[in-house]
């Protein structure tokens, strides 16, 4: 069955840096576009970052562009986030997600449990 | 950017009875990149809806999606215990490529 397992989340300083993986099981991990999305305690969910099946392409929300770089390893089956200059209000649970391949429309049909990462001095 | 609204923030409703969730769009987008999510409390999203109006894998035929250009809906027939949750509408922009997520609209028991 697909699974999407995160690791790397924790407590972290401002302006220090963190990289989360997210491993992936259950499926041809080279044949999705992945993602990251994050949900601050409480608040509602916030797409951060894409990249496609190659890892060719990559595009990121504007709050993290220029601080976030989105990497896979299709040898390995797993998905990074490479988080630097980290901010108090980047605090929140990140999620990895597979984007559904269909011809009707798409969407994320697998996420991962989610990884807290705090920002705290 | 295209921004999604939905409403109402909270809807307050009874096992059994009809819910209707209303998510619109800044500009008007093909209903291909619209999609549906349910979160529980401490559990991650779970997509309901693609395309709009077709249901992923496993969800409940009482879960149904409609609409187009700017106004989209989410219709849940009957309520069950377990539909009390959050939910968000989703866009798949294509340019440029983000994947905004509405704010969300919460289910609550009456």
């Known amino acids: 069955q697909v699974q999407l397992v995160e690791s790397g989340g924790g407590v972290v300083q401002p302006g220090r840096s963190l990289t989360l993986s997210c491993a992936a099981s259950?499926?041809?991990?080279?044949?999705?576009?992945m993602h990251w999305v994050r949900q601050a305690p409480g608040q509602g969910l916030e797409w951060v970052t894409v990249?496609?099946?190659?890892?060719?392409?990559?595009y990121y929300a504007d709050s993290v562009r220029g601080r976030f770089t989105i990497s896979r390893d299709n040898t390995k089956n797993t998905l990074y986030l490479h988080m630097n200059s980290l901010k108090a209000q980047d605090t929140a649970f990140y999620y990895c997600?597979?984007?559904?391949?269909?011809?009707?429309?798409?969407?994320?049909?697998?996420w991962g449990q989610g990884n807290l990462v705090t920002v705290s001095s | 950017d295209i921004v999604l609204t939905q409403s109402p923030g909270t809807l307050s409703l009874s096992p059994g009875e009809r819910a209707t969730l209303s998510c619109r769009a800044s500009?008007?987008?093909?209903?291909?990149?619209l999609a549906w999510y349910q979160q529980k409390p401490g559990q991650s999203p779970r997509l309901l809806i693609y395309?709009?109006?077709t249901r992923a894998t496993g969800i409940p035929d009482r879960f149904s999606g409609s609409g187009s250009g700017t106004a989209f809906t989410l219709t849940i027939s009957r309520l069950e215990p377990e539909d009390f949750a959050v939910y968000y509408c989703?866009?798949?922009?294509?340019?440029?490529?983000?994947?905004?997520f509405g704010p969300g609209t919460k289910v609550d028991i009456k």
């Open positions: 989703q866009q798949f922009g294509r340019s440029p490529r983000v994947f905004p």
């Open positions: 990249i496609s099946s190659d890892g060719l392409k990559k």
């Open positions: 997600a597979r984007e559904l391949i269909s011809i009707v429309g798409t969407g994320f049909d697998y």
């Open positions: 500009q008007s987008l093909s209903s291909t990149y």
């Open positions: 259950g499926f041809t991990f080279s044949s999705y576009a």
């Open positions: 395309g709009a109006s």
